[in-house]
C-alpha cells in the first residue's frame, strides 16, 4: 500500500513538473522592462537601451508616454476609428473612413499574417505603453483602455493621416447620411487639397556631399516642417543592431525621420499622384448592388459596422453599412456615380519597411529597402558614410495606362484605367551622386533637386511628378550653388539664410506703385522703409512685417503667391490700374497693422511669437503672457527655416504652431556626429524643466550636440532607469 502511495505521489509530481509555468501579463512586462534601460540627457531625450529591437521597442513606447502619453493616446484614438467616442458626433465620418479602409477584425487578421519579428516588436509596442499605465494609475485613458498589438496595422507610415486625410470627411458624410453628391472641387475632383491661406505643409531635405564640407564627409539636413510637438527626439539602440538617432512620431516604434552610424534619411512631402477615384456604375439586380466592369457586372461589397460616440448623456451607437468595390472603398459621389478612392494600403510591408528603414548599412542596402515600395506620401533625401548622397522621389507609384488622365476621376467600369502594378524604383525619378554636389527637395519639383543635373521632365509620365517649384526649392538651389567647405555650424546657417526670395519678386513693383501713386505722408515713410530692406526676415525687422502683411493682403486681392514662383515677373503689376490697387491694398495693411498694433512701425519680433503657456494638445495663446520674439518667418514666401505663425483665438499677434520642429544637421565619417533641436522641449509637462528648455535656443538657432555614442550619453546622463523604476 505504501509503494502504491509513493508511486501515486511521484506520478502527480511528475505531471505538475511537466505542466506550463504560467507567467501573469505584468510579469511579463517587469522581466522585459528588466532588460531595458532609459538614459535622459541633459535634454531630456530619452536614449533607451535594450536587448533586444523588441525590448528597445518596449522602451522606447514606455518613454514617449513618459514625455506625452496624451499624444500617443489622440494619435491611436483617431487611427483606430474611435475618435467620436471622445470629440463626439461631429467626428464620427473620420471614424467612418478609417473602418473603409480598415476594420477592427481586418486589422487583427493582417497583423497575424505579418512575420513573427514583426509581430514580436508589434506586440512590444503595446506592452510599452500598457505597462506605462500599469505603473501610472493616475493617468487615466480618455477612450483605449487596453493597447493592442495590431494597432499598429492603421499607423504604418509615419505621416499620420498623409494618405487618408486627403479623402474629405464631409463627402463621406454626404453620401453614407444623405445619399447625396457634392459638386466637384476646383480641381475637378473629390479629394482634398490644400489652402493658399494656409501655411505650407511639408519639409525640406538636403544632402551634399564630401567635395562641398570641410571634412570630406557627406552631410544631411533633416528640417521637417510638421505642427509643433507633433514628433518627439529619440535614440533607440538594441544588442540586434539598431541604433537610431531622430524623430519618432508619438506612437510608432521606429524613427521615421533620423539616422544611424552609417545612414541617414529626411522625407519631405510629394505630390506624386498614388490616389485615383474610380466612378462605379451601380445597380441593383436581384436585390443585390452590382457595378459595372467591362462586359460583366461584380458585385458591390457591402459590410455593416457600429461605432460608438460621446453625448452629453454617454456614449451612444450608429450603425453604418459601407460599400467597396475592387478599386477600394466608396468614398462619395459625383454627379450619379458611386466614387471608389484607391490609395496605398499594405500594413505589414509599410511596417517592414519603415522599420528596417532605421538598420541599415550604405545605399545599396537603402535602395533595396526602397524597392518594398510602400511609403507613399513621401520623396526622400539620403546620405552615407560611404559618401553617397541620394534622392527617390515618391516610393509608391501606380503604373497606369497613359491613354487616361489620373489627375481626375475615371471610368471604373473600364478595365484599362486599372493600375498595372507598381513602379519600381528603378522606373522612378531618383539621383545618385550628382556632380553639383547636391540634392534638395523642399516639396517642390525634382527637377530642379540638383541644378543642371536634376531629371527631366520629358523622361518620365506626367503622374510620376505634377509637383510644382516653390519659394522654399528657389531659395535652396541658389544658396547650394554659393556654398563650399560646410561644417554643421554654417551647414545650420545655411538652412537658415534669411532672405526671401518671394518678396525680392513681389516688393519692388510694389514701391514702383508707391512712388507714383503713394503720396499719403504714411505711405511715404513706409515706402522709404521697404526700400531700404535687403528682403531678409529678422525679429528687428519694420520692413519684414509691412511685407508679411502685405503679402497676405496682395495673396487674398490677387494671386496664390505660386504665380510668382511660376512667373520670374507677372507683367500686371506693372500696369497703372493693377498698380494703383496695389496701393490700395497696401494702405489697408498699414490701416490694419496701426489698428492691431497700434503702429504699422512694429519689429516683426514684437508681432512674430513662440508661446507654450500649457501641455495642451489643442493649445491657447495670449498676447498679455510671455513669449519668445522670433525672427523666422512663413515657408510661403520661401523661408527654408519655417515658422507658420498666424492669429489665434483672441490675439492679434501672430503665434507660431507648425514650421521648424524637430531639426538636425548630420555628418558621416569614420564617427557620425549631429546637432540638433526641438521646437519648445522634449516633454509635454509643463513642470519638466525640459518643458522649454529649448525655447530660446530654438529661436536663436543655437543647436545642441547629439549624444549619439554610450559613453557621450553617459557623460551628459541627467536620469537613467528601467521602465517602471524611475
Excluded at 531622430?246 to 539616422?259: K, L
Excluded at 510591408?349 to 513621401?378: G, V, W
Excluded at 475615371?410 to 545618385?432: A, F, M, R
Excluded at 526641438?678 to 550636440?705: C, I, M, T, V, W
Aim: one cysteine or more.
Amino acid at each position: 500500500m505504501q509503494r502504491v502511495a509513493i508511486l501515486f505521489l511521484f506520478i502527480s509530481l511528475s505531471f505538475i513538473a511537466c505542466e506550463p509555468t504560467t507567467i501573469t501579463e505584468i510579469e511579463r512586462w517587469e522581466a522585459q522592462a528588466e532588460r531595458v534601460e532609459i538614459i535622459r540627457d541633459d535634454f531630456g531625450v530619452p536614449h533607451i537601451y535594450g536587448k533586444s529591437d523588441a525590448d528597445a521597442v518596449f522602451g522606447l513606447l514606455y518613454a514617449q508616454c513618459e514625455d506625452d502619453f496624451r499624444r500617443v493616446e489622440r494619435n491611436y484614438i483617431w487611427a483606430t476609428g474611435r475618435l467620436a467616442e471622445l470629440e463626439g458626433e461631429e467626428a464620427l465620418y473620420s471614424d467612418v473612413r478609417a473602418n473603409l479602409y480598415m476594420t477592427e477584425e481586418e486589422a487583427k487578421a493582417v497583423y497575424e499574417s505579418a512575420p513573427e519579428w514583426l509581430k514580436e516588436l508589434c506586440q512590444a509596442f503595446a506592452d510599452g505603453i500598457n505597462y506605462y499605465l500599469h505603473t501610472h494609475p493616475e493617468v487615466e485613458p480618455q477612450v483605449i483602455k487596453v493597447y493592442e498589438p495590431w494597432f499598429t496595422m492603421y499607423f504604418f507610415e509615419g505621416s499620420i493621416g498623409g494618405d487618408i486625410e486627403q479623402i474629405p470627411t464631409s463627402r463621406i458624410k454626404a453620401f453614407y447620411e444623405n445619399n447625396e453628391a457634392l459638386a466637384y472641387s476646383e480641381f475637378r475632383d473629390g479629394l482634398s487639397h490644400p489652402d493658399p491661406e494656409e501655411e505650407p505643409k511639408g519639409s525640406n531635405g538636403i544632402a551634399v556631399s564630401g567635395e562641398m564640407t570641410a571634412s570630406g564627409n557627406a552631410m544631411l539636413l533633416i528640417n521637417p516642417h510638421t505642427s509643433f510637438y507633433f514628433r518627439p527626439e529619440v535614440h533607440v539602440v538594441s544588442e540586434e543592431g539598431l541604433n537610431a538617432y531622430g524623430a519618432v512620431t508619438w506612437g510608432q516604434f521606429f524613427v521615421y525621420q533620423g539616422f544611424n552610424e552609417k545612414t541617414g534619411w529626411i522625407h519631405t512631402s510629394t505630390r506624386v499622384d498614388f490616389i485615383d477615384e474610380f466612378m462605379e456604375e451601380v445597380s441593383e439586380e436581384d436585390g443585390k448592388l452590382v457595378y459595372r466592369y467591362g462586359d460583366e457586372k461584380k458585385e458591390v461589397e457591402s459590410f455593416p459596422v457600429t461605432l460608438s460616440y460621446q453625448t452629453e448623456e454617454g456614449l451612444k451607437q450608429r450603425e453604418f453599412t459601407l460599400y467597396r468595390t475592387h478599386h477600394g472603398p466608396i468614398t462619395h459621389q459625383l454627379e450619379d456615380k458611386w466614387v471608389a478612392t484607391k490609395i496605398n494600403w499594405d500594413p505589414v510591408n509599410a511596417l517592414i519597411q519603415s522599420f528596417t528603414r532605421t538598420k541599415l548599412a550604405n545605399y545599396e542596402e537603402f535602395k533595396e529597402m526602397m524597392n518594398i515600395r510602400t511609403n507613399s506620401s513621401n520623396n526622400t533625401v539620403f546620405a552615407d558614410a560611404e559618401g553617397n548622397i541620394a534622392y527617390f522621389h515618391g516610393n509608391f507609384i501606380p503604373k497606369r495606362n497613359p491613354e487616361f488622365d489620373f489627375s481626375r476621376p475615371l471610368d471604373g467600369s473600364n478595365p484599362k484605367t486599372d493600375w498595372q502594378g507598381i513602379h519600381t524604383v528603378d522606373e522612378s525619378i531618383t539621383l545618385l551622386n550628382p556632380p553639383t554636389g547636391w540634392i534638395q527637395n523642399c516639396n517642390s519639383t525634382p527637377f530642379t533637386a540638383a541644378g543642371e543635373f536634376s531629371p527631366k521632365a520629358e523622361n518620365y509620365p506626367v503622374y510620376m511628378a505634377p509637383d510644382r517649384e516653390n519659394f522654399r526649392g528657389i531659395h535652396a538651389v541658389k544658396v547650394l550653388k554659393e556654398a563650399s567647405d560646410l561644417t554643421l555650424d554654417t551647414f545650420i546657417e545655411l538652412a537658415y539664410e534669411p532672405t526671401l526670395p518671394a518678396f525680392e519678386r513681389l516688393i519692388p513693383h510694389l514701391v514702383q506703385a508707391l512712388e507714383k501713386y503713394g503720396n499719403d505722408t504714411e505711405i511715404k515713410q513706409a515706402t522709404e522703409v521697404l526700400k531700404a530692406w535687403d528682403f531678409k526676415t529678422g525679429k528687428e525687422s519694420v520692413a519684414m512685417s509691412l511685407a508679411h502683411f502685405y503679402g497676405m493682403n496682395h495673396q487674398r486681392k490677387f494671386r496664390d503667391m505660386q504665380d510668382l514662383v511660376d512667373n520670374e515677373t507677372v507683367s500686371s503689376l506693372s500696369q497703372p490700374e493693377t498698380q494703383k490697387e496695389l496701393v490700395e491694398v497696401f494702405e489697408e495693411t498699414l490701416n490694419q497693422m496701426n489698428a492691431d498694433f497700434g503702429t504699422w512701425n512694429t519689429p516683426w519680433g514684437e508681432i512674430n511669437r513662440f508661446q507654450r503657456l500649457n501641455g495642451d494638445i489643442d493649445l491657447a495663446y495670449d498676447d498679455d503672457q510671455p513669449y519668445i520674439p522670433i525672427g523666422m518667418a512663413s515657408g510661403r514666401w520661401g523661408a527654408l527655416a519655417s515658422y507658420g505663425a498666424s492669429t489665434k483665438e483672441g490675439t492679434k499677434r501672430l503665434y507660431g504652431s507648425s514650421g521648424n520642429s524637430f531639426v538636425a544637421v548630420v555628418e558621416f565619417g569614420d564617427k557620425v556626429r549631429a546637432k540638433s533641436i526641438l521646437a519648445g522641449g522634449q516633454s509635454g509637462d509643463p513642470n519638466s524643466p525640459h518643458f522649454l528648455d529649448q525655447a530660446q535656443r530654438y529661436a536663436d538657432a543655437n543647436f545642441k550636440e547629439v549624444a549619439y555614442y554610450r559613453t557621450d550619453v553617459e557623460k551628459r546622463a541627467e536620469e537613467r532607469y528601467k521602465p517602471g523604476k524611475r
